[in-house]
């Protein structure tokens, strides 16, 4: 039977400025994790959420994290643990976000101050954390106090995980989530997060698929010290000449990637997923409004797609150790580190790709006959991560999607990774479902970060009909 | 007639005490000129110069250069123009130099505090502006000093022009320079600059060459802001992907230049040049000692001297909007410029040279069939310059070196550019006679700069010796 959610859906309407003020409260407070002078405003906002979570009835725990690594004298914001109901006829469902945010401020381009929910005519709510990840976070909050409100049933149990650390690098977060997978998460049968977007801006998705990533560094060094190129020049061989050669022996213009091993790792495209592509809400028009430009290496839709979910990709990002800054300046850089990452998918295993670059890397440097030294090694390394979207998990968050959009979602993988994903996924061993609230417009990291009124509205009713459909969704 | 110097000599000898006093109180006073808050500092050390100038009978002028470019709130410090001499029956020889010196400060590992001369018991005297270029500087206000305390008739009427700005850029210089040409400057018969250093640490030597200098850019661009690599990596058209192919396109490891028509523009070895090169102090052990590493592109000394005195050489210094700094960024960067020069020599044009660096890159980046856009300009070009080392200015210095060291001088190029000599050899049209004080090891740029004691006192023997000889040199 379907779940009877009317009411619920009514009490949200009638809340909604109660939310959007809600909302505003917590964008007053600048939690940004990135900055050590604003930690207090980080525990400000964990004591905020905290308190608002405990006022509608949810038991509630401030973890402490320690100290953080590369700032001893810094406490890590606390981690936030809490339950909401235990009703052992109920299902348990695990849900994550965070409630630190990006750094802002008005003279990086802001049209409103970044720390003050500012709600245009149109109804896009301007204010830093607005999309990431106040909202959505708030979304579960709201929900339970709709519920309240409405005299409706809650369905589930509702674990939260919500921390503060998370534009920093989820600083202590694995080893938290890792210990408490048979601990506070023992009884929880699914998770959910929602920290994601819209693959556009009309219609909902679920995400099921994310990609890994590999940090690499190339070091190459030769002089003691820096060395000026008007007395050197002609007589030392300079580790930049030998860098630019590395790096643009990885990749091509048009992103083939050149050292091999690399593609032969790749899952075979499957008659089921190929017919997958064309359905979804997404064009070439979509995809250049959010480059800024028409530079994109496919014309059609279905390799760009395939490209940005199921293809491994490398990007250059750099060179430390080099000139960086305007201007001119005769040097020839002593020591140079380039970066460069590799985007991974199914079935690529990490060490197995390392091993492909570092190979090639030492290969290609070696052809040069260069006196100087060559270092190549990973910064980090993140596994791809792959849901079953036929999982009953999906299913009941499709059957939400519909009820609340009155669309079915598209099913999308996203190019980039959430590390915190597979996390949960290997600590609990249950199914992970990405459920987003907010549009590939919102601009989580950029200036002007908004949260349509409408998507956090529905947004709140998508998360609580969620937790209906998902409490009685047959497992199979 | 060789001209009497004994007695000058001794007195140098007698006053060395007095004359490493003077260039302790130079060193005192903290005149860097690229540090806005030293600029008053910069404008003390003109007057101190001025004020010891005007003690012994100079004339003196200092020349206001109006507000500083790039920052035009501040006033640029004044070039002090003076006269020494207006003897009809004289020559008259115009010398340069300058009062300002490099930023230091003793955190960057100086073992001293650097703006205080502090003389070891080796005779090194470390301080910041020791060797560049308060102690030559010094240098010829100390030679008339000790002719008027020995007797002895100074041989010129001394021109001597002192700027403030050399550590930043020589801001205003030229256009005073050439204005000066036929005004203040217009009875000199040569030129002298004590501005450069000896090629090793015992054969004083004379510098007759320069290259020169083409400093380019190469600015790639395509989205319109920087990605996120993991939602546009493979999908976009990588400007850093493009970058880093064209520049290493540029030269191999072992420094040959890629670009059609660079070396066919370079004047051929003569036989008289073939047999120069073995007679010159210096060795591959200096020059690894430099380096602080062995790698270099040549085995042995006399390809070296060649790479680094007649034949161009090109530099990759770094790239400007990537990511720099230490650790990890995922970006695709929007637009980014590489930064290199070529380093000119006879017969190179500076237009033909632009032009070839032009047409390769632009060659190079449309075979890589990209979208993005590139730009490639010349941010700055200057001019090689050689000058005859058999002018009478040369040969005149020549006999002094062979007086004051015992020993004839190497003659050298030099690999690096000092812009304002072919400025002054252009404005007055007459010969210009690099005549360096200190030694290789001084480090004028880096921490723990110093002079030696003796290349102070018989630099400044040197120095009146010089005037001796081309009071007199036969002009042919």
Chains 1, 2 share one sequence.
């Not at 060490?351 to 440097?365: A, D, G, L, R, S």
Request: hydrophobic residues 35%; glycine residues 10%.
């Amino acid at each position: 039977m379907a779940p009877q959610l009317d009411g619920y859906f009514k009490q949200v309407d009638d809340l909604s400025s109660h939310f959007i003020d809600r909302l505003a409260k917590a964008v007053a407070i600048p939690s940004i994790s990135s900055d050590a002078a604003r930690r207090p405003d980080v525990v400000r906002m964990a004591e905020f959420l905290a308190a608002e979570l405990k006022a509608v009835g949810a038991s509630v725990e401030l973890r402490p994290l320690g100290k953080q690594p590369d700032n001893p004298e810094l406490d890590l914001p606390p981690v936030i643990l809490a339950r909401y109901g235990s009703d052992k006829n109920k299902r348990t469902i695990l849900v994550y976000g965070h409630y630190d945010v990006q750094p802002a401020d008005k003279s990086d381009g802001w049209n409103t101050e970044p720390f003050t929910l500012t709600v245009g005519d149109d109804g896009k709510m301007f204010g830093r954390g607005s999309t990431d990840d106040k909202g959505p976070v708030l979304g579960w909050l709201n929900a339970i106090e709709a519920h309240q409100k409405a005299g409706v049933d809650f369905p589930v149990n509702l674990l939260m995980c919500f921390e503060g650390m998370e534009e920093y690098g989820s600083e202590g977060l694995d080893e938290l989530i890792e210990k408490e997978g048979k601990g506070y998460f023992a009884d929880a049968e699914a998770v959910c997060i929602s920290d994601n977007y819209w693959l556009g801006t009309e219609k909902p998705c679920l995400t099921y698929g994310l990609r890994g990533c590999n940090y690499y560094s190339v070091e190459i060094s030769g002089p003691g010290a820096d060395l000026h190129s008007g007395v050197f020049g002609g007589t030392a061989q300079e580790p930049m000449t030998d860098l630019v050669r590395v790096l643009g022996s990885l990749v091509d213009t048009h992103g083939k990637i050149q050292i091999p091993g690399i593609m032969e790792q790749v899952a075979p495209v499957t008659a089921e997923e190929e017919s997958l592509y064309e359905g979804i809400a997404f064009t070439m028009d979509n995809l250049h409004e959010s480059l800024g430009s028409k530079t994109t290496i496919f014309e059609d839709k279905k390799p760009t797609l395939m490209a940005r979910w199921r293809y491994p990709s490398l990007s250059i990002h750099g060179v430390e150790g080099a000139f960086s800054a305007p201007g001119a300046k005769t040097v020839i850089p002593a020591k140079v580190i380039g970066k460069f990452s590799i985007r991974t998918v199914p079935d690529m295993e990490i060490e197995q790709t390392n091993e492909c670059v570092y190979k090639f890397v030492k290969e290609v440097f070696a052809k040069l006959g260069s006196k100087n030294t060559l270092k190549v090694y990973a910064q980090h390394t993140g596994k791809w991560w792959v849901a079953s979207p036929n999982h009953w998990n999906f299913r009941a968050a499709g059957k939400a999607v519909e009820r609340v959009w009155g669309t079915k979602p598209d099913f999308t993988r996203e190019g980039g990774s959430i590390p915190v994903t597979l996390t949960f996924e290997q600590a609990t061993g249950k199914n992970v479902l990405l459920l987003p609230m907010g549009s590939s417009t919102d601009g989580a990291h950029s200036i002007n970060e908004k949260l349509d009124k409408r998507n956090y509205i529905e947004g709140i009713k998508l998360l609580g009909a969620y937790l209906h459909y998902v409490a009685e969704e047959v497992q199979e």
